[in-house]
Nanobody, 116 residues
Framework: QVQLVESGGGLVQAGGSLRLSCAVSESIFMFKAMGWYRQTPGSQRELVARRPRIGSSNYADSAKGRFTISSDIAKNTVSLQMDSLKPEDTAVYYC??????????WGQGTQVTVSV
């Protein structure tokens, strides 16, 4: 089973940047899409950015213009560059692998905290 390991979370001031990375144990070509989601206590997990194998990436409205999802096929990593961070971006961020079968795999999550 594929394993996803996130890194790069931390504490940053509002207006700052962070880059999250997700190390994937299998070739990312195997998956229909890779994505980043986030969750805050008491809320449902929500899509931040999704990068399909074919087609254009899509972003949550809150992430458009500030976040960029990318992948490195040679390194089997998926990254999320987050700029102009806001306190409301504070959440646990999860990497997601979506298989053609519909099955999904999640990483363990990485905490992002944006201070005012």
């Amino acid at each position: 089973q594929v394993q996803l390991v996130e890194s790069g979370g931390g504490l940053v001031q509002a207006g700052g940047s962070l880059r999250l990375s997700c190390a994937v144990s299998e070739s990312i070509f195997m998956f229909k899409a890779m994505g980043w989601y986030r969750q805050t206590p008491g809320s449902q997990r929500e899509l931040v950015a999704r990068r399909p194998r074919i087609g254009s990436s899509n972003y949550a409205d809150s992430a458009k213009g500030r976040f960029t999802i990318s992948s490195d096929i040679a390194k089997n990593t998926v990254s999320l560059q987050m700029d102009s961070l806001k306190p409301e971006d504070t959440a646990v961020y999860y990497c997601n692998a979506e298989e053609y079968s519909g099955s999904q795999t999640w990483g363990q999550g990485t905490q992002v905290t944006v201070s005012v």
